[in-house]
């Protein structure tokens, strides 16, 4: 098998933190994958797959299990009679690429999401009022006994979030576009990631998206700022001073100033708003969000 001892998560996260992986493997066909991880079962290590590393937190003193970085033929993608399938390692924005050129719409959402098809259906990642579950048909489930295709429903696709436990990783997923010329999902596209260069810090490190929205009538990121959020910063970590819904690694940073704003933003909110925010970013290893007070 090819697996690898204290890899630093630090190279595999946006943000650009967390320590030593116990062992990081790179399967790049579904029997790789199956064995890894009925190896995994086998020495009673935890599991998880870490994509292109955005809506990642790792621990700073690493991760004592198993990471998943999948590549090969899981990583790649293709369009044909109206719909792409991928594998789960494949990039989104490789997705949307292979699409377009098929004249495949309603994938164009994704050129917002900086992550991997696993990931994003795992997540049930979104924007620009897209989501994974409106265009996935269905997704092939690895685990350490095997793989079996599942619906969106078999799933438990909900908002940002799905039924799949860290031992069940996404190998492919198949998705239903529509038909749309080149130049139209061009036009679309180019819109869409304008809106999102104008709003948020898409030239620094960061994991993405804090929180999730609230039910409120302010974003998390209207709300933040409203709590005097934007540029805060403890360590080497800030709250980013262009959208306070985003950490930015302003020099150095750890997960552990990161998770300290985190907490810091969660409690302003509740103070000011009432509302409690809850963290979008997944964790990985010996780390948590404190309980806000």
């Known amino acids: 098998m090819n697996l690898h001892e204290g890899v630093p998560l630090s190279k595999y996260t946006t943000l650009g933190s967390g320590g030593p992986a116990h062992r990081l493997g790179n399967p790049g066909t579904v029997d790789e994958l199956v064995e890894m991880l009925a190896w995994a079962r086998e020495e009673k290590l935890p599991v998880a797959a870490v994509g292109l590393g955005s809506n990642l937190l790792a621990a700073d003193e690493g991760y004592e299990g198993l990471v998943l970085k999948l590549g090969g033929e899981l990583a790649s993608a293709h369009a044909e ?37 696993g990931g994003g259906v795992k997540m049930n990642a979104g924007a620009y009022g897209g989501d994974m579950a409106s265009i996935l048909v269905r997704a092939h489930v690895a685990n ?51 809106q999102r260069k104008d709003a948020q810090p898409t030239n ?19 709300m933040l700022e409203a709590c005097g959020l934007r540029g805060f910063r403890i360590g080497g970590a800030q709250i980013s001073p262009k959208h306070a819904n985003f950490i930015e690694n302003a020099g150095e ?38 309980p806000i007070g």
């Open 81 to 117: 009679d109206g719909r792409l399938l991928a594998g789960g390692g494949a990039p989104l924005a490789v997705c949307l690429h292979r699409a377009r050129a098929a004249d495949l719409g309603g994938l164009e959402f994704v050129c917002a999401i900086p992550g991997t098809v």
């Open 144 to 194: 350490a006994d095997g793989v079996e295709w599942r619906s969106p429903e078999e799933l438990g696709l909900r908002y940002r979030r799905s039924a799949l436990d860290p031992t069940q990783i996404v190998a492919a997923a198949e998705f239903q576009g529509v038909t749309r010329p080149e130049a139209e999902i061009k036009e679309i596209v180019a819109g869409m990631q304008k």
């Open 204 to 222: 620094k490190r960061t994991f993405g998206s804090v929180f999730k929205n609230p039910e409120h009538e302010l974003t998390a990121g209207r």
């Open 253 to 290: 940073a750890s997960s552990a100033d990161a998770v300290a704003l985190i907490a810091e933003a969660r409690w302003r909110a509740r103070e000011q708003y009432g509302v409690t925010l809850e963290p979008e970013v997944q964790l990985l290893g010996a780390i948590e969000i404190p």
